[in-house]
């Protein structure tokens, strides 16, 4: 065979194996996590936020309450330094929401809502956080447990009408900028403490086992679902009775509701694992202690 013959064959070859490589999907691991004020209000040093992300091996991270907080007069922001001592990439979005990445950050909507970041030669995702606004708190209204000056409610219509008063407005700009990415074709992701919980949660079935007062059709969660977002956890784990997947609160005070805030939401690729870390076998599928947090941390695993 002539040699100019071999190096066609090797080049044809090398060329395959590129493409190969190429069409391999990608596995993504992308988590939600409320950090508490930097770490469970500044009582323990960021490197064990950074070590929840680390555990469990998280490639991507919705932040929430990544405030700057006082402490001797000096402000302290720790979630650079968090970011640097895990070698990611890092995307500020204001208001305590930041965006963490194994991968590079290459685009950001002009609202700073979602980040385009590239996690392969020709593969892409988009990817949204939110902290959705915390009081009137819902759960704790429909459970007499005094929070602000707000009045204590018994029926499904009250909940929604609360919840819809309190945050309908963000979610209907996230979903105008979510369904502006989804034209690209890429992955979506939708992190985020909701301060709501999810409509698969507060079911009939949930209510008669006792988990939940009474049903409520939460309408944040039922909102992102009919733009196609799908949330992970439950599809993975989807019965709320058995797997309830609580993230609210390794640090329940003397009145508490347990509850899932906490979401990943996805839509255009595949769901193949969804988790929690936390503080403890019983409550948490991955365990750090001590926990940096007053939310479980909540991690899914998606192929594209």
């Known amino acids: 065979m002539k040699k100019t013959s071999k190096i066609l064959i090797y080049a044809i070859v090398f060329c395959c194996v590129l493409s190969a490589c190429s069409?391999?999907?990608?596995?993504?691991?992308?988590?939600?996590?409320?950090?508490?004020?930097?770490?469970?209000?500044?009582?323990?040093?960021?490197?064990?936020t950074a070590k929840v992300i680390e555990v469990s091996q998280t490639d991507i991270v919705g932040i929430q309450e990544g405030h700057i907080y006082e402490k001797d007069g000096i402000r302290h922001d720790h979630v650079p330094e968090i970011a640097e001592s895990l070698g990611f990439h890092l995307f500020n979005q204001g208001e305590g929401r930041y965006i963490l990445s194994r991968y590079p950050v290459v685009d950001s909507t002009a609202s700073r809502y979602g980040v385009k970041i590239q996690v392969d030669k020709d593969k892409f995702c988009w990817m949204f956080n939110c902290?959705?606004?915390?009081?009137?708190?819902?759960?704790?209204?429909?459970?007499?447990?005094?929070?602000?000056?707000?009045?204590?409610?018994?029926?499904?219509?009250?909940?929604?009408?609360?919840?819809?008063?309190?945050?309908?407005?963000?979610?209907?700009?996230?979903?105008?900028?979510?369904?502006?990415?989804m034209k690209e074709g890429y992955p979506v992701f939708l992190t985020g403490d909701f301060n709501e919980p999810s409509f698969l949660d507060w079911t009939?079935?949930?209510?008669d086992a006792g988990i939940h007062k009474?049903?409520?059709?939460?309408?944040?969660?039922?909102?992102f679902s009919e733009i196609g977002m799908n949330d992970s956890y439950r599809t993975i784990h989807p019965d709320e009775v058995s797997t309830p997947g609580y993230t609210w609160t390794p640090v329940p005070g003397e009145q508490e509701v347990l509850d899932r805030l906490d979401f990943v939401l996805y839509s255009g690729c595949e769901v193949t694992d969804s988790f929690i870390t936390g503080e403890s076998e019983t409550t948490s599928d991955v365990v750090v202690s001590p926990y940096p947090s007053d939310h479980r941390m909540v991690t899914s695993c998606f192929k594209f």
Do not use: M
Request: aromatic fraction near 14%.
């Open 214 to 223: 009474i049903k409520v059709e939460w309408p944040a969660t039922r909102a």
């Open 23 to 48: 069409d391999k999907p990608a596995t993504v691991k992308v988590g939600s996590f409320n950090i508490w004020l930097n770490t469970l209000g500044g009582k323990l040093p960021p490197s064990q």
């Open 204 to 207: 009939q079935q949930a209510a």
């Open 131 to 181: 902290h959705l606004y915390y009081i009137p708190y819902q759960p704790y209204q429909l459970n007499g447990i005094p929070y602000g000056d707000y009045p204590f409610i018994d029926t499904e219509e009250e909940a929604v009408r609360f919840a819809n008063e309190t945050r309908r407005k963000e979610v209907t700009l996230y979903q105008k900028e979510i369904l502006k990415a």
